[in-house]
């Protein structure tokens, strides 16, 4: 787990925070780059996967065969071994079986496979669990604690006020500012990224879901969570950031060498009160959180040939056991996820062939 003892760092001033926010702008998207509504069948009105996913290929640029957002990243393979806390909770298998396995990704937010390690403080880690039963839970997740905006409509915004001009092939510096200004919900994510720095190590850093879910139990009783998982090492090598562009997959490749790395999963219990359909606001105050298992990894393998090169990581593929909350950005994610992949399953990428077919 990353030291938080030493002495931190200064906040960021203004036109540093500016700096970094006009980066940062174009690539905060959770567990996928674009969102819609599911399926793709919008009233004219609103946003279709289409267009969410054609800003993101203005502000990053198309690199065929590889994933609109979250490009680069690296694949990795285990199991999740539970405990009995959520036992009551859920009825969905993962939580009554010893062991599932799971495939997983990190990944920078980015939609840049060549984007420098260090470029931003976000790391992402996408789950794939596969129950015994046929049935699979994916999940997206983030090492930020709030997704700066609330609704797919403020997410396209953003990523229009980061887009380049293409006069000067940058974006215009005022736009940022003048987003977040005018979205006053970004406050809690500002706050965050005033002091954030990017780690040198996947595997000292915890990742959250940021949306909720409801576990459901056998006798149908719903209990509305956040989950995410922390990593179980005292490690701090993860503080000092290296030099060089790639160094997160070779620390990545290194650690596991030398053994298995293994996160605790943890639930948070909603409170009554809490806001379920809005990701940007953090749950305040003391909340219950159960501990639903261990999460092991065991090998890793380049996304160019892994497992998990095919895999959709759409998070409303659910097991019996959990359901989505109205945040209307799971359902956004969802569509936007499979515009993505129908995109880059037509493609050959320098780094890899195209993916034959996505897994179910």
């Not at 200004?181 to 996947?202: D, G, I, N, Q, R």
């Not at 895999?311 to 109205?326: E, M, V």
Request: proline share 10%.
């Amino acid at each position: 787990m990353v030291d938080h003892s030493s002495p931190p760092r200064p906040p960021l001033s203004t036109p540093s925070l500016i700096a970094r926010l006009a980066g940062i702008g174009a690539v905060v998207a959770v567990a996928a780059g674009a969102f819609a509504y599911v399926n793709g069948t919008l009233d004219p009105q609103r946003l279709q996967p289409k267009t969410l996913v054609n800003a993101l290929e203005t502000n990053n640029g198309v690199h065929p065969g590889l994933r609109r957002n979250h490009a680069k990243g690296v694949c990795v393979a285990g199991y999740f071994e539970s405990s009995t806390e959520a036992r009551a909770y859920s009825s969905a298998q993962v939580f009554s079986e010893a062991k599932t396995p799971v495939i997983g990704r990190f990944a920078l937010p980015s939609g840049n496979p060549y984007a420098p390690d260090s470029s931003v403080p976000i790391r992402s880690f996408a789950l794939q669990f596969s129950q015994a039963n046929g049935q699979q839970w994916r999940t997206g997740m983030n090492s930020m604690p709030v997704f700066p905006v609330g609704t797919p409509e403020a997410f396209y915004q953003m990523l229009k006020a980061g887009a380049p001009d293409p006069a000067t092939g940058k974006p215009n510096p005022a736009g940022m500012p003048a987003f977040f200004a005018a979205h006053p919900e970004t406050a809690p994510f500002l706050a965050w990224v005033k002091t954030a720095k990017p780690s040198a190590s996947y595997a000292t850093e915890t990742y959250n879901g940021i949306n909720a879910f409801y576990l459901v139990s056998a006798d149908g009783k719903r209990q509305a969570v956040r989950w995410g998982v922390v990593p179980q090492s005292q490690d701090t090598a993860g503080d000092t950031v290296p030099s060089g562009r790639d160094f997160l997959e070779k620390d990545l490749v290194q650690r596991l060498a030398s053994g298995p790395l293994r996160w605790q999963l943890n639930m948070t219990l909603a409170n009554p009160g809490d806001p379920l359909d809005d990701a940007s606001k953090a749950w305040a105050g003391e909340h219950k959180v159960l501990n639903a298992g261990t999460l092991v990894l065991q090998s890793s393998q380049p996304q160019a040939d892994g497992d998990c090169r095919d895999i959709n990581f759409d998070p409303l593929i659910l097991p019996s056991g959990i359901q989505a909350s109205n945040d209307p950005l799971l359902a956004a994610r969802s569509a936007a996820y499979a515009s993505s992949y129908v995109r880059r399953a037509g493609e050959v990428s320098p780094l890899h062939s195209a993916p034959q077919e996505s897994k179910p």
